[in-house]
């Protein structure tokens, strides 16, 4: 089995991520959702500085050992994949709904371990979702998931290709949902195969039955079949962040990143 990348792979995900990213800021600008936000720019810039940390520690850490790992697996055709016989398509398929499914898992427990959720709740805590609070995340919650998912690779037997095109799947897919943008009546059958902006912003709401709730990642059927769907009747705006880090010391850069060591407030009973 071949395991090296070509080398066109080294900017296919950054070229795709700012062209997706800059299609949706426009479509924002020109068609928001929710108009006449303040300090647009200024909430831009600190989800990208988060971003562009976390990009750079990552890749450090986590790229070559991430690449290392699934060639290593891939060589000694180990994992569940190989177990199963699969190749080619069916291999890929395979392997893109399981990473899937291993990343609607990740996040439930986000929600559900108390120390997990002092991460994960800085991505819960932006008050004005939009574009750029997919890539707001606390590089403790991506660390986490980028050591877990080293024992994963092996243990499915996934491709560097595989994860590659699954992870920019996963940016592309992640933007479009946190985008302020309105599908209309598209949003509706769409969201029967992938999340839609609709079915994530009811997942940011700052009611807890709400935001446990629509936990998938790229396909929503995870939600559907675990009973964690949720949707609201009509078309009413969803009130976003965490009535704790409302002050907005917590959404500065510094803040941001200290949010893990906040006082954990216990959160309302859903």
């Known amino acids: 089995m071949t395991t090296e990348l070509p080398e066109w792979t080294a900017t296919a995900k950054p070229a795709v991520t700012v062209a997706c990213f800059v299609l949706l800021w426009l479509w924002e600008t020109f068609f928001p959702l929710v108009a006449g936000r303040r300090h647009r720019w200024r909430h831009a810039g600190r989800n990208v500085a988060i971003a562009v940390l976390n990009t750079v520690a990552l890749a450090v850490v986590f790229g070559a050992a991430t690449v290392g790992v699934a060639n290593w697996a891939a060589e000694r055709q180990w994992g569940l994949l190989s177990l199963l016989g699969l190749s080619g398509l069916g291999h890929w398929l395979a392997a893109i709904v399981l990473q899937d499914l291993w990343l609607y898992v990740w996040h439930r427990l986000n929600h559900g371990v108390p120390f997990l959720w002092r991460f994960h709740r800085m991505h819960h805590a932006d008050p004005e979702m939009d574009v750029t609070t997919a890539t707001r995340f606390h590089l403790g919650e991506h660390i ?25 799947l996963v940016v592309v897919i992640t933007m479009f949902h946190h985008a ?67 002050d907005d010391r917590w959404q500065t850069i510094a803040g ?9 407030e216990p959160r309302p009973p859903p």
């Open 180 to 246: 302020n943008i309105s599908l209309g009546v598209a949003d509706r059958p769409l969201r029967w195969l992938i999340v839609t902006p609709r079915m994530h912003q009811i997942h940011h709401s700052r009611w807890r039955p709400e935001t446990d709730s629509n936990f998938s990642v790229l396909f929503s059927m995870w939600d559907r079949l675990a009973r964690t769907f949720r949707m609201r009747a009509g078309s009413q705006p969803v009130e976003l962040g965490l009535d704790e880090f409302d």
């Open 256 to 264: 941001m990143l200290r949010t893990p060591l906040a006082r954990n």
């Open 144 to 168: 986490g998931s980028a050591t877990l998912r080293l024992g994963l690779i092996p243990l499915i037997g996934l491709t560097a290709a595989e994860i590659l095109v699954y992870d920019t």
